[in-house]
């Protein structure tokens, strides 16, 4: 009777306590994330890796948001050349985790290879590990971190109530009241002041793009980032709060905010500053929300829209994100007058604008589409490398020399032997030592890698090789990919032992005999070089 009762209190105490949840995103399955990451939405990386950028993503698990910015690189999962995946992300980015409506988070855990040098807007981080009490994290990570290879991020919650934000507790005793927080607005001014953390204000939409708004009041203007058009509008008078963070040099709300309209309020735009080149170059250095104007010529690749200004020697205007009435009548190489807000910059270049109009001031000819070879033909170096249209893939044999590989740590070609087995050089010249003459070979795993690379096979260094594959782009250039076949080619004639000026060069067997020409597969000295013929 007695192990009854104490069993029955010990059950009863269990039950008396907050009832925690989990949350688990899982980057080593991508596919198994919500919404699913699958290999075809991966983009080649480079050196057998393929990645997914992830900045307008937002995953969520059991209720629980997360979603990044980019950092000094995009934050991506990413598909290593071993076929492992794993969540990666640099220096300056950020991370905000948020809680389902009602929740709080108390725990969030880190798990993976390379997982430091971050800090968070509350709570208390020990190692990989927070804790706290929190709606929502934001986790920033340091200017001088290494790259983040995070495998899990696994979030305990609690939405019973029993548990308040940035308080604790076990929800006993207090009114009916007890456990609803009030929220306190200021001023924009005074939530950009603050820095990084959670925030509330109000204001008025200014201005909008298909990933957001900006908003405004008597004090600022800040962007409020939704990761995709929530369908408000100039003019709507709302109140924002959640947790902000960097981006672009700006602080901003980012895509777990909770946005309210409450009414409608007259929008009126400021007098726009005119911005010619050397006052965009400024603008990379200091960026502010400001109203703006500049013209010049408008380039469309896939989403993005960049205007080249004159005079300009590093910046480049970008509409970000256009709405759908403002991309109808734009056409690439028109020259344009751009109106909107500035919000910030990315990759040390682009002035990034929120257009409120784009005007078009000369017409563009839409350019020709190049005529795509459905058959394979061959090609020398040099040819593919005029053949190569980005974003289109050309069926090719193309021949040329080994004479190096690229490798994957900062695109840097190695010529000559090299540590890189998942690719090669080929150049029209078997001396070459510039990138620019050369195309990039894919070789996945497999027979081709094994009988081509330079690491297990260095006599291949300035052997001449066909290889059939595909043109298109391999480390942001021209390369040929997924290769299917490949064939050492040799030296058949006194053709192709000419020195300069058509001058026959000197050859000899391996007997030290003279000879006039090459007639036979063997092993020749021309000019005091060894050449192997097949």
């Known amino acids: 009777m007695k192990k009854f009762l104490l069993s029955f209190f ?17 980057f080593t399955a991508p596919s198994g994330l919500t919404p699913s990451i699958t290999d075809d939405m991966l983009s080649d990386a480079g050196g057998g890796a393929f990645a997914f950028n992830t900045a307008e993503t937002t995953f969520t698990s059991n209720g629980v948001t997360l979603n990044t910015t980019d950092g000094s690189t995009a934050s991506r999962i990413w598909k290593a050349a071993s076929g492992k995946y794993d969540f990666r992300v640099y220096k300056t980015a950020t991370m905000t985790i948020a809680a389902p409506e009602g929740g ?148 901003q709300f980012g895509n777990a905010s909770v946005v309210e309209k409450t009414g409608t309020a007259t929008v009126k735009h400021p007098a726009a500053t005119t911005m010619d080149g050397a006052a965009m170059d400024a603008y990379l250095t200091t960026p502010v929300v400001k109203y703006v104007e500049y013209t010049g010529t408008l380039t469309i690749n896939n989403n993005y829209y960049n ?70 033909k061959a090609y020398t170096v040099t040819e593919a490398l005029s053949a190569y249209v980005d974003g289109q893939k050309i069926p090719a044999i193309v021949t040329g020399y080994i004479v190096g590989a690229m490798n994957s740590d900062g695109y840097v070609p190695d010529f000559r032997i090299t540590t890189v087995a998942t690719n090669l050089l080929l150049s029209d010249n078997a001396d070459e030592n510039d990138i620019a003459n050369c195309i990039i070979v894919q070789l996945p795993s497999g027979n081709i890698r094994s009988a081509l690379n330079l690491v297990d096979n260095p006599d291949n260094y300035k052997k001449q090789v066909k290889v059939t594959g595909s043109i298109e782009k391999y480390f942001q250039s021209a390369g040929l990919k997924t290769p299917t076949a490949f064939e050492f080619t040799g030296v058949t004639g006194i053709e192709n032992v000419k020195g300069e000026n058509g001058n026959v060069k000197t050859i000899y067997d391996l007997t030290g005999r003279r000879i006039e020409s090459i007639t036979a597969p063997g092993i020749y000295i021309v000019d005091g070089k060894k050449l192997l013929v097949k």
């Open 10 to 26: 010990c059950m009863l105490g269990i039950m008396s306590y907050a009832y925690a949840e989990e949350a688990k995103f899982d």
């Open 104 to 251: 709080v988070i108390t725990a969030i855990a880190f798990d993976g290879a390379t997982v430091s040098s971050f800090s968070a807007n509350s709570g208390t981080v020990d190692g990989k590990n927070w804790t706290g009490a929190a709606t929502s994290v934001v986790f920033t990570w340091a200017s001088d971190a290494k790259t983040q290879k995070i495998n899990t991020v696994t979030v305990t919650f609690s939405t019973d109530g029993s548990v308040t934000p940035d308080q604790g507790g076990d929800g006993e005793g207090g009114d009916e009241n007890e456990g609803e927080t009030e929220v306190t607005y200021t001023t924009i001014a005074e939530v950009l002041a603050a820095g990084t953390g959670n925030a509330a204000t109000k204001g008025t939409v200014v201005a909008t793009y298909a990933r957001g708004f900006l908003m405004s009041d008597e004090t600022g203007s800040i962007l409020v980032y939704l990761g995709s058009d929530k369908g408000y509008a100039a003019g709507d008078a709302v109140t924002v709060s959640g947790a902000t963070s960097m981006y672009g040099g700006l602080l």
């Open 307 to 376: 205007v080249a200004i004159e005079g300009a020697t590093t910046a480049v205007g970008s509409i970000q994100y256009p709405q759908e009435a403002i991309k109808a009548n734009l056409t690439s190489g028109s020259v344009v007058k751009v109106t909107g807000y500035t919000i910030g910059v990315s990759s040390s270049k682009y002035v990034n604008t929120m257009a409120v109009k784009v005007e078009v001031v000369e017409e563009g000819e839409e350019p020709e589409e190049p005529e795509i070879p459905t058959e394979t």
